[in-house]
């Protein structure tokens, strides 16, 4: 099992973080049939294969997600997708 682990800082408020953060889930859950869901200020979130969490900071995302076995040998390509979008949606 392969472990991503991205700490991505934002001067976001913590709604407009929220905000975000749900904006990039809905459009993961469409493309990918994910599934996710708020507890506190971390956004859960599943589908086969991956499990992960983001959680919200006062001035920083922490990204942490388990990718079962077909999708490790995918680490590095998805670790990049993701700090692209958090590049594109939180600088």
């Keep these: 099992m392969s472990h991503i682990d991205i700490h991505h800082p934002h001067s976001k408020s913590p709604s407009q973080a929220r905000k975000a953060v749900e904006d990039v889930a809905r459009k993961l ?3 990918f049939e994910m ?5 506190g200020d971390t ?13 919200l900071l006062p001035k920083a995302l922490h990204v942490t997600a388990r990718l079962g076995f077909l999708l490790s040998v995918m680490k590095g390509p998805i670790e990049s997708e993701i ?8 600088d």
């Design 29 to 31: 859950a469409e493309r």
């Design 35 to 39: 599934s996710y869901e708020w507890q």
């Design 43 to 55: 956004l859960n979130f599943n589908r086969s294969g991956v499990e992960g969490h983001i959680a």
């Design 83 to 90: 700090r692209r979008v958090l590049d594109e949606k939180f």
